[in-house]
């Protein structure tokens, strides 16, 4: 699948709020840090795990099912195997009439969920980090693919 840098530029510039299904509390799993990294860009993220429902991760109530989430969302980045895809499409649709994206994580596809989500005017990305196309887009990568910050001209 490919997608436009213009496109990808504009499903990230206009996403506000974005339901992270599969996120964990584990700081070292990339559910997390993409989801903290999407919050520090200025989007709400709101988690939705099941074994944590009822929690707050950062800073958010996390929702065991994208149907108990109380606000409206934008975009729904999905951290789940493929075959798990389907019902969290379907049960997005309902939710929301005007939802804006469905993001599937890297090694994440499903063909059928996404003709359903695009029949109904909703974009699709598959297969895709959103973490690693905003740094690509918005020219934050640096060494290595990582945010260094300040480099020091000084050497030990």
Known sequence: MTYSDDFLRHVLKRTKTVAVVGVSANQIRPSYYVARYLGLKGMRVIPVNPGLAGQTLLGETVYAEV???????????????????????????????????????IGVMHEEAAAKAEARGVDVI?????????????????????VTGRVSSKLS
């Open 126 to 146: 598959q297969n895709r980090c959103p973490k690693i196309e905003y740094q690509r887009l918005f020219n934050e990568l640096r060494m290595g693919g990582f």
């Open 67 to 105: 149907s108990d989430i109380p606000v409206n969302v934008d975009m729904v980045d999905i951290f789940r195997r493929s075959d798990a895809v389907p019902p969290i499409v379907d049960a997005a649709l309902d939710r929301w009439p005007d939802l804006q994206t469905i993001w599937m994580q």
